[in-house]
């Protein structure tokens, strides 16, 4: 059967851009935050990207209402009991994720539903195992913006049912038409893995005085053809889950390679986080 109610925990950049996403495929979404003033800044958040879309020509005023009709916002994680897809979409915290987890596989009440993670990061073992289904739970990780990035990596675990990953891999594919590839479950999984040591070095080229941050970026976008520079990049996911990344990526493999560079940390240490804050390598106040 296919997936017709879905639910998001997380309404903040990449939760909402799902939940966007979802709707204007027809699903019944309800997006869960922690607070009244969360989801209201969420529910604004995708009613401007929807309206946005509208002044661009990618979508229509009927459209719209009929994707807006689809989303649901509450504080409540009861509202999640008869889903079919909870995607998770909260900090890069383990314990926060875990506990997360825990408290959904309580409330959904479907013997079949799946519960799936969007970390960068974070092993989806780790989750699986806060749950009392563990075969249910996969990643599906979404890239930013989720409504114009095509890319979905779902991620099976040693103990992923392989209905359950064949489920939500299609669910991304013929529902929401994005591309699928799938991964292990590994830090980084397949694009972080070759990204980030790329972001890395190009902040420790920054930190080092080896060149500008502006000759950096138009050196990759002009030269290898990225569409955005490696510390632009950086602003965007946010340079506190760049560290996430990168910490996570270390007590996983033990490599330098994926060290966090000491100007990013000490970058987010000083709220430095990209365009979420207004400030990161630039500013976009």
């Given at each position: 059967m296919g997936i017709e109610k879905v639910g998001i925990v997380g309404g903040g950049q990449m939760g909402r851009g799902i939940a966007e996403v979802c709707a204007k495929a027809g699903v019944d979404v309800v997006v869960v935050e922690m607070t009244e003033e969360l989801m209201e800044k969420s529910r604004s958040g995708v009613e401007r990207s929807l309206n946005r879309a509208v002044e661009r020509g990618k979508l229509d005023e009927p459209g719209r209402d009929a994707a807006l009709a689809k989303l649901t916002f509450s504080t409540d994680l009861a509202s999640f009991a008869d889903r079919a897809l909870v995607i998770e979409a909260v900090v890069e915290d383990l314990g926060v994720k875990q506990d997360l987890f825990a408290r959904i596989d309580r409330i959904v009440e479907a013997d079949d539903a799946i519960l799936a993670s969007n970390t960068s990061s974070i092993s989806i073992t780790q989750l699986a195992i806060s749950t009392e289904r563990p075969q249910s739970v996969v990643g599906m990780h979404f890239f930013n913006p989720a409504q114009i990035m095509p890319l979905v990596e779902v991620?099976?675990?040693?103990?992923?049912?392989?209905?359950?990953?064949?489920?939500?891999?299609?669910?991304?594919?013929?529902?929401?038409?994005?591309?699928?590839?799938?991964?292990?479950?590994?830090?980084?999984?397949?694009?972080?893995?070759?990204?980030?040591?790329?972001?890395?070095?190009?902040?420790?080229?920054?930190?080092?005085?080896?060149?500008?941050?502006?000759?950096?970026?138009?050196?990759?976008?002009?030269?290898?053809?990225?569409?955005?520079?490696?510390?632009?990049?950086?602003?965007?996911?946010?340079?506190?889950?760049?560290?996430?990344?990168?910490?996570?990526?270390?007590?996983?493999?033990?490599?330098?390679?994926?060290?966090?560079?000491?100007?990013?940390?000490?970058?987010?240490?000083?709220?430095?986080?990209?365009?979420?804050?207004?400030?990161?390598?630039?500013?976009?106040?």
């Open positions: 991620i099976s675990t040693v103990i992923s049912d392989a209905g359950v990953v064949e489920r939500a891999a299609s669910f991304a594919s013929d529902t929401l038409g994005k591309t699928v590839v799938h991964a292990k479950d590994r830090a980084g999984f397949i694009v972080n893995k070759l990204l980030c040591p790329y972001i890395f070095e190009a902040i420790r080229m920054h930190e080092e005085g080896f060149a500008t941050r502006e000759d950096i970026d138009a050196a990759m976008v002009n030269g290898a053809g990225h569409p955005m520079g490696p510390l632009t990049l950086s602003d965007l996911i946010g340079n506190d889950t760049m560290l996430a990344i990168a910490d996570a990526f270390m007590e996983e493999y033990q490599d330098p390679r994926y060290a966090a560079p000491p100007l990013l940390r000490r970058m987010v240490e000083a709220g430095l986080l990209g365009r979420k804050s207004g400030q990161g390598f630039y500013s976009y106040s």
